[in-house]
Protein backbone atom coordinates (compact mmCIF):
# COMPACT_ATOMS: atom_id res chain seq x y z
CA UNK A 1 0.00 0.00 0.00
CA UNK A 2 1.77 3.19 -1.05
CA UNK A 3 0.85 6.49 -1.53
CA UNK A 4 1.79 9.27 -3.49
CA UNK A 5 2.97 12.00 -1.48
CA UNK A 6 0.62 14.88 -2.62
CA UNK A 7 -2.56 12.96 -2.02
CA UNK A 8 -4.91 13.68 0.50
CA UNK A 9 -5.81 10.29 3.05
CA UNK A 10 -7.48 9.76 6.43
CA UNK A 11 -6.03 7.16 8.57
CA UNK A 12 -9.71 6.92 10.44
CA UNK A 13 -9.42 5.19 14.05
CA UNK A 14 -11.53 4.81 17.45
CA UNK A 15 -8.71 4.56 19.45
CA UNK A 16 -6.24 7.29 18.42
CA UNK A 17 -3.85 8.11 20.74
CA UNK A 18 -4.02 12.34 21.29
CA UNK A 19 -1.82 14.14 24.01
CA UNK A 20 -5.36 15.16 25.21
CA UNK A 21 -6.54 11.26 25.26
CA UNK A 22 -7.74 8.43 23.09
CA UNK A 23 -10.46 9.13 21.18
CA UNK A 24 -12.10 8.20 18.25
CA UNK A 25 -10.88 10.76 15.11
CA UNK A 26 -9.58 11.30 11.54
CA UNK A 27 -6.52 12.32 11.23
CA UNK A 28 -6.35 13.88 7.94
CA UNK A 29 -3.06 14.38 6.22
CA UNK A 30 -1.40 16.03 3.34
CA UNK A 31 1.50 15.44 1.72
CA UNK A 32 3.97 14.44 5.10
CA UNK A 33 2.10 16.15 7.29
CA UNK A 34 -0.99 16.30 9.64
CA UNK A 35 -3.40 19.12 7.95
CA UNK A 36 -6.56 18.49 10.33
CA UNK A 37 -7.60 16.22 13.15
CA UNK A 38 -11.38 15.85 12.16
CA UNK A 39 -14.22 14.18 14.37
CA UNK A 40 -14.70 10.46 13.57
CA UNK A 41 -16.33 9.92 9.99
CA UNK A 42 -16.35 13.74 9.07
CA UNK A 43 -13.61 14.14 6.51
CA UNK A 44 -13.41 13.01 3.21
CA UNK A 45 -10.41 11.79 1.05
CA UNK A 46 -10.21 9.44 -1.68
CA UNK A 47 -8.07 7.43 0.59
CA UNK A 48 -8.82 6.15 3.90
CA UNK A 49 -7.16 3.44 5.92
CA UNK A 50 -9.59 2.44 8.48
CA UNK A 51 -7.99 1.41 11.51
CA UNK A 52 -11.52 0.02 13.25
CA UNK A 53 -10.69 -0.38 17.27
CA UNK A 54 -7.52 -0.92 16.48
CA UNK A 55 -4.76 1.58 18.46
CA UNK A 56 -3.71 4.38 16.46
CA UNK A 57 -0.22 5.69 18.08
CA UNK A 58 2.31 8.35 16.78
CA UNK A 59 5.62 6.18 15.55
CA UNK A 60 7.76 5.39 18.41
CA UNK A 61 11.13 7.51 18.49
CA UNK A 62 13.63 4.56 19.50
CA UNK A 63 16.48 7.00 20.54
CA UNK A 64 18.92 3.89 21.28
CA UNK A 65 19.99 1.94 18.12
CA UNK A 66 23.19 0.22 17.30
CA UNK A 67 23.07 0.06 13.26
CA UNK A 68 26.33 -1.02 12.92
CA UNK A 69 26.47 0.89 9.69
CA UNK A 70 28.69 2.00 8.49
CA UNK A 71 31.81 -0.81 9.29
CA UNK A 72 29.80 -3.89 10.36
CA UNK A 73 27.22 -4.41 7.84
CA UNK A 74 27.18 -8.02 7.88
CA UNK A 75 25.64 -7.52 11.22
CA UNK A 76 23.27 -5.20 10.65
CA UNK A 77 22.82 -2.25 7.89
CA UNK A 78 20.60 1.09 8.00
CA UNK A 79 18.08 -1.17 5.63
CA UNK A 80 18.20 -4.38 7.48
CA UNK A 81 17.71 -2.20 10.70
CA UNK A 82 15.32 -0.22 9.43
CA UNK A 83 12.74 -2.78 7.93
CA UNK A 84 12.77 -4.16 11.44
CA UNK A 85 11.92 -0.71 12.90
CA UNK A 86 9.40 -0.35 10.71
CA UNK A 87 8.04 -3.80 11.50
CA UNK A 88 8.40 -2.71 15.19
CA UNK A 89 6.30 0.33 14.76
CA UNK A 90 9.63 2.48 14.78
CA UNK A 91 9.48 5.80 12.40
CA UNK A 92 12.73 7.09 14.01
CA UNK A 93 15.94 5.22 14.80
CA UNK A 94 18.90 7.23 16.62
CA UNK A 95 21.59 5.93 15.79
CA UNK A 96 24.74 5.50 18.23
CA UNK A 97 27.75 6.67 17.03
CA UNK A 98 30.14 2.94 17.74
CA UNK A 99 30.40 2.67 14.13
CA UNK A 100 33.53 1.71 12.04
CA UNK A 101 34.45 5.07 12.05
CA UNK A 102 33.39 5.95 15.02
CA UNK A 103 31.35 9.26 14.73
CA UNK A 104 33.63 11.62 16.66
CA UNK A 105 34.32 13.92 13.34
CA UNK A 106 32.47 15.97 10.80
CA UNK A 107 33.59 13.23 8.46
CA UNK A 108 32.66 10.22 9.77
CA UNK A 109 29.48 11.96 10.32
CA UNK A 110 28.81 12.89 6.69
CA UNK A 111 29.91 8.66 5.98
CA UNK A 112 27.19 7.30 8.50
CA UNK A 113 24.52 10.30 7.08
CA UNK A 114 25.33 8.67 3.55
CA UNK A 115 24.80 5.09 5.16
CA UNK A 116 21.62 6.30 6.22
CA UNK A 117 20.69 6.63 3.12
CA UNK A 118 18.99 3.33 2.95
CA UNK A 119 17.10 3.22 5.60
CA UNK A 120 13.40 3.46 4.73
CA UNK A 121 12.22 5.11 8.34
CA UNK A 122 13.71 8.25 9.54
CA UNK A 123 16.75 9.05 11.76
CA UNK A 124 19.62 10.87 13.49
CA UNK A 125 23.12 10.33 13.97
CA UNK A 126 24.67 10.65 17.86
CA UNK A 127 27.73 11.46 18.02
CA UNK A 128 30.77 10.61 20.34
CA UNK A 129 32.11 12.46 23.25
CA UNK A 130 35.44 10.92 23.69
CA UNK A 131 39.15 12.29 23.76
CA UNK A 132 39.67 11.95 19.80
CA UNK A 133 36.09 14.32 19.37
CA UNK A 134 36.68 17.24 21.94
CA UNK A 135 37.75 19.86 18.88
CA UNK A 136 34.91 18.75 16.68
CA UNK A 137 31.67 19.07 19.11
CA UNK A 138 30.48 22.31 17.37
CA UNK A 139 31.48 20.79 13.99
CA UNK A 140 29.23 17.72 14.99
CA UNK A 141 26.62 20.24 16.43
CA UNK A 142 25.94 21.98 13.42
CA UNK A 143 26.12 18.68 11.62
CA UNK A 144 22.70 18.24 13.64
CA UNK A 145 24.10 15.10 16.16
CA UNK A 146 21.12 15.26 18.36
CA UNK A 147 23.11 13.62 21.40
CA UNK A 148 26.57 12.91 22.29
CA UNK A 149 27.80 9.73 23.88
CA UNK A 150 29.92 9.59 26.91
CA UNK A 151 31.15 5.85 27.98
CA UNK A 152 32.25 5.77 31.28
CA UNK A 153 33.16 1.82 31.31
CA UNK A 154 31.58 -1.21 29.71
CA UNK A 155 32.83 -1.71 26.48
CA UNK A 156 36.45 -1.20 24.39
CA UNK A 157 38.95 1.25 25.16
CA UNK A 158 38.29 3.45 21.69
CA UNK A 159 34.91 4.16 23.45
CA UNK A 160 36.00 4.76 27.07
CA UNK A 161 37.07 8.01 28.55
CA UNK A 162 38.32 7.83 32.04
CA UNK A 163 40.63 10.80 32.47
CA UNK A 164 38.01 13.34 34.52
CA UNK A 165 39.73 16.18 33.04
CA UNK A 166 39.22 15.85 29.59
CA UNK A 167 35.42 14.01 30.89
CA UNK A 168 34.74 17.28 32.33
CA UNK A 169 35.75 19.63 29.19
CA UNK A 170 33.67 18.00 27.38
CA UNK A 171 30.55 18.25 29.16
CA UNK A 172 31.83 21.96 28.92
CA UNK A 173 31.57 21.46 25.33
CA UNK A 174 28.49 19.79 25.00
CA UNK A 175 27.03 22.43 27.21
CA UNK A 176 28.67 25.21 24.78
CA UNK A 177 26.17 23.84 21.78
CA UNK A 178 23.19 23.69 24.08
CA UNK A 179 23.20 20.04 23.56
CA UNK A 180 22.60 17.23 25.88
CA UNK A 181 25.06 14.35 26.97
CA UNK A 182 23.92 10.67 27.11
CA UNK A 183 26.36 8.34 29.79
CA UNK A 184 26.49 5.16 30.21
CA UNK A 185 27.53 4.93 34.20
CA UNK A 186 30.01 1.96 34.50
CA UNK A 187 33.46 1.22 36.00
CA UNK A 188 36.12 -0.96 33.61
CA UNK A 189 38.60 -1.34 36.26
CA UNK A 190 36.58 -2.80 39.05
CA UNK A 191 34.75 -4.73 36.99
CA UNK A 192 38.12 -6.34 35.90
CA UNK A 193 38.66 -6.69 40.00
CA UNK A 194 35.51 -8.39 40.54
CA UNK A 195 35.62 -10.60 37.85
CA UNK A 196 35.57 -14.62 39.05
CA UNK A 197 34.14 -16.20 35.86
CA UNK A 198 31.98 -17.05 32.91
CA UNK A 199 28.49 -18.21 34.28
CA UNK A 200 25.95 -15.73 34.81
CA UNK A 201 25.92 -15.56 38.37
CA UNK A 202 29.77 -14.44 38.09
CA UNK A 203 29.17 -11.14 35.67
CA UNK A 204 26.38 -10.50 38.08
CA UNK A 205 28.86 -10.34 40.63
CA UNK A 206 31.32 -8.33 38.65
CA UNK A 207 28.87 -6.08 37.38
CA UNK A 208 26.81 -4.99 40.35
CA UNK A 209 24.32 -2.05 40.58
CA UNK A 210 27.04 -0.12 42.60
CA UNK A 211 29.15 0.42 39.85
CA UNK A 212 26.84 1.79 37.85
CA UNK A 213 25.22 4.33 40.43
CA UNK A 214 28.99 5.47 41.70
CA UNK A 215 29.98 5.82 37.92
CA UNK A 216 26.99 8.42 37.68
CA UNK A 217 27.32 10.33 40.64
CA UNK A 218 30.78 11.64 39.46
CA UNK A 219 29.26 11.91 36.00
CA UNK A 220 26.82 14.52 37.44
CA UNK A 221 29.32 16.16 39.43
CA UNK A 222 31.37 17.15 36.44
CA UNK A 223 28.29 18.16 34.17
CA UNK A 224 26.29 19.98 36.90
CA UNK A 225 29.68 22.53 36.96
CA UNK A 226 29.76 22.90 33.14
CA UNK A 227 25.75 23.66 33.37
CA UNK A 228 25.18 20.63 31.06
CA UNK A 229 21.89 18.17 30.42
CA UNK A 230 22.59 14.59 31.22
CA UNK A 231 20.72 11.61 29.65
CA UNK A 232 21.51 8.27 31.76
CA UNK A 233 21.50 5.43 29.62
CA UNK A 234 20.46 1.88 30.32
CA UNK A 235 19.30 2.17 33.90
CA UNK A 236 19.19 -1.47 35.37
CA UNK A 237 19.41 -1.36 38.80
CA UNK A 238 17.02 -0.13 41.99
CA UNK A 239 19.66 1.37 43.40
CA UNK A 240 20.27 3.80 40.19
CA UNK A 241 16.86 4.39 39.87
CA UNK A 242 16.92 5.79 43.92
CA UNK A 243 20.11 7.35 43.23
CA UNK A 244 18.67 9.55 39.80
CA UNK A 245 15.37 10.39 42.22
CA UNK A 246 17.23 11.57 44.55
CA UNK A 247 19.44 13.64 42.07
CA UNK A 248 15.96 15.26 40.03
CA UNK A 249 14.79 16.44 43.35
CA UNK A 250 18.10 18.29 44.27
CA UNK A 251 18.06 19.82 40.95
CA UNK A 252 20.19 17.83 38.85
CA UNK A 253 19.65 18.41 34.86
CA UNK A 254 18.91 14.55 34.28
CA UNK A 255 16.90 12.43 32.77
CA UNK A 256 17.24 8.86 32.58
CA UNK A 257 16.45 5.94 29.90
CA UNK A 258 15.53 2.28 30.79
CA UNK A 259 15.38 -0.77 27.89
CA UNK A 260 12.75 -2.96 27.09
CA UNK A 261 14.91 -5.86 28.36
CA UNK A 262 15.66 -4.15 31.71
CA UNK A 263 12.05 -3.47 32.55
CA UNK A 264 10.59 -7.05 30.97
CA UNK A 265 13.37 -9.79 31.35
CA UNK A 266 15.78 -11.11 34.72
CA UNK A 267 18.44 -12.87 36.00
CA UNK A 268 16.48 -15.94 35.27
CA UNK A 269 16.32 -15.34 31.96
CA UNK A 270 20.49 -14.89 31.81
CA UNK A 271 20.49 -18.01 32.89
CA UNK A 272 17.80 -19.68 30.72
CA UNK A 273 19.02 -18.09 27.49
CA UNK A 274 23.00 -17.69 28.16
CA UNK A 275 25.15 -15.94 25.43
CA UNK A 276 21.72 -14.62 23.65
CA UNK A 277 20.69 -13.40 26.89
CA UNK A 278 23.94 -11.39 27.70
CA UNK A 279 23.40 -7.49 27.79
CA UNK A 280 25.24 -5.13 29.69
CA UNK A 281 24.56 -3.70 32.91
CA UNK A 282 23.40 -7.28 32.64
CA UNK A 283 20.25 -8.33 33.23
CA UNK A 284 19.37 -7.79 37.59
CA UNK A 285 16.40 -9.46 39.86
CA UNK A 286 12.68 -9.20 40.08
CA UNK A 287 13.08 -6.59 42.76
CA UNK A 288 14.99 -4.04 40.41
CA UNK A 289 12.35 -4.81 37.62
CA UNK A 290 9.63 -3.67 39.85
CA UNK A 291 11.88 -0.96 41.30
CA UNK A 292 12.60 0.64 37.75
CA UNK A 293 8.55 0.38 36.69
CA UNK A 294 8.31 2.63 40.35
CA UNK A 295 10.49 5.08 38.43
CA UNK A 296 8.77 4.95 35.40
CA UNK A 297 5.67 5.65 36.00
CA UNK A 298 6.96 8.74 38.36
CA UNK A 299 8.34 10.40 35.50
CA UNK A 300 11.82 9.41 37.00
CA UNK A 301 13.05 7.45 34.54
CA UNK A 302 11.98 9.52 31.54
CA UNK A 303 11.84 7.52 28.10
CA UNK A 304 12.44 3.30 27.23
CA UNK A 305 15.15 2.83 24.30
CA UNK A 306 15.18 -0.27 22.62
CA UNK A 307 19.06 -1.16 22.93
CA UNK A 308 19.10 -2.59 19.92
CA UNK A 309 22.38 -4.40 19.38
CA UNK A 310 23.33 -7.27 16.74
CA UNK A 311 25.55 -9.49 16.93
CA UNK A 312 26.21 -13.16 14.54
CA UNK A 313 24.96 -16.04 15.95
CA UNK A 314 28.47 -17.87 16.06
CA UNK A 315 29.66 -14.23 17.69
CA UNK A 316 27.26 -15.62 21.07
CA UNK A 317 28.06 -19.14 20.35
CA UNK A 318 31.47 -18.31 21.24
CA UNK A 319 30.40 -18.00 24.83
CA UNK A 320 28.34 -20.96 25.39
CA UNK A 321 31.08 -22.15 28.04
CA UNK A 322 32.39 -18.62 29.28
CA UNK A 323 30.01 -15.54 28.90
CA UNK A 324 32.67 -13.37 28.66
CA UNK A 325 33.74 -14.47 25.07
CA UNK A 326 30.21 -13.08 23.54
CA UNK A 327 29.71 -9.87 22.69
CA UNK A 328 26.71 -8.25 25.27
CA UNK A 329 23.37 -7.13 22.74
CA UNK A 330 20.73 -8.69 21.32
CA UNK A 331 18.20 -7.22 18.27
CA UNK A 332 15.59 -5.19 20.04
CA UNK A 333 13.65 -2.49 17.40
CA UNK A 334 10.88 -5.41 16.58
CA UNK A 335 10.09 -6.42 19.95
CA UNK A 336 10.31 -3.20 21.46
CA UNK A 337 6.70 -2.00 20.69
CA UNK A 338 5.17 -5.60 21.40
CA UNK A 339 6.61 -6.73 24.49
CA UNK A 340 6.47 -3.26 26.39
CA UNK A 341 2.77 -2.20 25.63
CA UNK A 342 1.52 -5.73 26.59
CA UNK A 343 3.54 -5.50 30.24
CA UNK A 344 2.11 -1.93 29.87
CA UNK A 345 -1.39 -2.80 29.61
CA UNK A 346 -1.13 -5.39 32.28
CA UNK A 347 0.18 -3.00 34.62
CA UNK A 348 -2.70 -0.69 34.18
CA UNK A 349 -0.98 2.08 32.65
CA UNK A 350 -2.10 4.57 30.45
CA UNK A 351 -2.02 5.05 26.43
CA UNK A 352 -0.93 8.55 26.77
CA UNK A 353 1.82 7.84 29.27
CA UNK A 354 3.15 5.05 27.14
CA UNK A 355 3.47 7.60 24.04
CA UNK A 356 5.50 10.25 26.10
CA UNK A 357 7.85 7.27 27.35
CA UNK A 358 8.94 5.95 23.85
CA UNK A 359 7.81 8.76 20.97
CA UNK A 360 6.73 12.13 22.85
CA UNK A 361 9.72 12.62 25.29
CA UNK A 362 12.51 11.22 23.25
CA UNK A 363 11.71 13.75 20.30
CA UNK A 364 11.63 16.33 23.15
CA UNK A 365 14.82 15.45 24.77
CA UNK A 366 16.85 15.34 20.99
CA UNK A 367 15.06 18.00 19.38
CA UNK A 368 13.22 16.93 16.44
CA UNK A 369 9.55 17.43 18.62
CA UNK A 370 8.67 19.98 16.04
CA UNK A 371 8.34 16.60 14.03
CA UNK A 372 8.10 13.77 15.62
CA UNK A 373 6.43 12.66 18.82
CA UNK A 374 2.87 12.86 18.92
CA UNK A 375 -0.15 13.11 16.31
CA UNK A 376 -0.71 16.76 16.15
CA UNK A 377 -1.49 19.19 13.37
CA UNK A 378 2.06 19.94 11.63
CA UNK A 379 3.79 16.98 12.73
CA UNK A 380 4.99 14.47 10.44
CA UNK A 381 2.51 11.91 9.35
CA UNK A 382 4.26 9.04 11.33
CA UNK A 383 1.66 6.68 12.44
CA UNK A 384 1.61 3.22 13.62
CA UNK A 385 -1.96 0.70 14.04
CA UNK A 386 -1.37 -1.64 16.31
CA UNK A 387 -3.74 -4.79 17.24
CA UNK A 388 -3.68 -4.85 20.99
CA UNK A 389 -6.03 -7.72 21.00
CA UNK A 390 -3.93 -10.80 19.98
CA UNK A 391 -1.98 -13.31 22.03
CA UNK A 392 0.85 -14.86 20.20
CA UNK A 393 4.33 -16.05 20.54
CA UNK A 394 7.48 -13.39 19.51
CA UNK A 395 9.17 -15.86 16.81
CA UNK A 396 12.56 -14.44 16.22
CA UNK A 397 13.12 -16.61 13.22
CA UNK A 398 10.41 -13.99 11.60
CA UNK A 399 12.60 -11.16 12.51
CA UNK A 400 13.89 -8.63 9.73
CA UNK A 401 16.47 -7.73 11.88
CA UNK A 402 20.12 -9.97 10.51
CA UNK A 403 20.17 -11.15 14.10
CA UNK A 404 17.60 -13.40 14.25
CA UNK A 405 17.95 -14.53 17.91
CA UNK A 406 16.37 -12.89 20.89
CA UNK A 407 15.93 -13.61 24.96
CA UNK A 408 12.19 -12.84 23.90
CA UNK A 409 11.63 -15.40 22.04
CA UNK A 410 8.59 -17.75 22.90
CA UNK A 411 7.15 -14.73 24.89
CA UNK A 412 3.25 -14.11 24.67
CA UNK A 413 2.23 -10.99 23.58
CA UNK A 414 -1.28 -9.23 23.13
CA UNK A 415 0.43 -6.44 20.46
CA UNK A 416 1.49 -6.30 17.01
CA UNK A 417 2.03 -3.73 14.75
CA UNK A 418 -0.44 -3.94 11.47
CA UNK A 419 0.95 -0.42 9.86
CA UNK A 420 3.40 1.90 10.21
CA UNK A 421 3.59 4.94 8.21
CA UNK A 422 6.45 7.42 7.65
CA UNK A 423 5.74 10.91 6.68
CA UNK A 424 2.47 10.00 5.22
CA UNK A 425 3.63 7.30 3.34
CA UNK A 426 2.87 3.16 4.31
CA UNK A 427 6.36 1.34 4.64
CA UNK A 428 4.90 -1.41 6.19
CA UNK A 429 1.44 -3.24 6.21
CA UNK A 430 0.38 -7.07 6.74
CA UNK A 431 3.07 -8.51 7.55
CA UNK A 432 5.36 -7.05 4.78
CA UNK A 433 7.81 -4.18 4.45
CA UNK A 434 6.75 -2.38 0.69
CA UNK A 435 10.41 -2.69 -1.34
CA UNK A 436 9.52 0.36 -3.23
CA UNK A 437 9.13 2.44 0.07
CA UNK A 438 10.85 6.18 0.09
CA UNK A 439 14.07 6.46 1.72
CA UNK A 440 14.30 7.83 5.46
CA UNK A 441 15.20 11.38 6.05
CA UNK A 442 18.14 12.57 8.28
CA UNK A 443 16.89 14.28 11.38
CA UNK A 444 18.75 16.79 12.60
CA UNK A 445 18.23 18.72 16.34
CA UNK A 446 16.03 21.77 16.42
CA UNK A 447 19.01 23.59 18.52
CA UNK A 448 15.81 25.98 19.11
Avoid at 104 to 123: N, T
Avoid at 435 to 445: D, K, P
Amino acid sequence: MTFAAKQCRIVRGGRVVLPSGTTATDVVIEGERIAAIEAYGSARAEYVIDAGERLVLPGLVDSHVHTRDPGQTDKEDFRSASCAAARGGITTMMAMPNTVPLIDSAAAFDLAARAGEKSIVDFALQALAHPSSIENIEALAARGAVSFELFLGGGPQTLITRDRAVQSALFAAVAGVGGIMGVYPDDSELVALLDCGGDAQAIAHAHPAEIEAGALLGAVVLAASKGCCVHVRQVSAALTAMVIAKLRRHGARLTAEVTPHHLLLTMDDFERFGPEGLIMPPLRGASDVEALWKALAAGDIATIGSDHAPHHRDEKNAGRCDLRKAPPGFPGLETFLPAVLTQWRRRGLTDQAFVRAVSQTPANLFGVSDRKGTIAVGRHADLVIVDDAVDEAIDCNKFLSKAKYSPFHGRRVTARVDLTMVRGEVVYADGAVDTHAQRGRLLRRNRN
